[in-house]
């Protein structure tokens, strides 16, 4: 199994913030000869509804040298995961967890936001000082 990143532990503060309930730390799946291992599943019920929300996050840092790299590995995962996910737990939305400075510097480029559009990424954006969600971007 891979290691978690390093900010995994302030999603997960973030995630239960918001009053999601963590319910795999990992998320994991054996589909098709491979293990997956998604960094963190959650459930929210709302009550007015009578319905739950169910997510899965993979989270990610970007703290390395090259934030472009970093993405390419990011959007291969975010897709093999969302592939499965859509085949063993279609009822659960997938997320790619950035920390805020990312988003702000890398995230909002042109480049950035076509392959985002493209590939239908859904983003959390997370604050790692205020360990809290600042953005849930579609």
């Not at 993979?58 to 859509?86: C, D, P």
């Not at 400075?101 to 000082?129: G, H, M, P």
């Amino acid at each position: 199994m891979a290691a978690k990143d390093r900010f995994h532990h302030i999603v997960r503060i973030a995630l239960e913030k918001e009053g999601w309930t963590i319910t795999d730390d990992p998320l994991s799946f054996r589909f098709g000869g491979v293990d997956v291992h998604i960094d963190l599943a959650a459930e929210r019920f709302i009550a007015a509804e009578r319905n739950g929300e169910k997510i899965a996050v993979e989270v990610k840092s970007f703290l390395g040298a090259s934030i472009v790299s970093e993405f390419h590995t990011a959007l291969g995962q975010f897709m093999n995961y969302r592939a499965v996910l859509r085949r063993k737990d279609p009822d659960r939305g997938l997320y790619l967890a950035v920390p805020k400075a990312a988003y702000d510097d890398f995230f909002k480029r042109q480049f950035t936001q076509l392959v985002i559009q493209d590939y239908q990424l859904s983003i959390a954006v997370y604050d790692i000082e205020k360990e809290v969600i600042s953005q849930w971007l579609p």
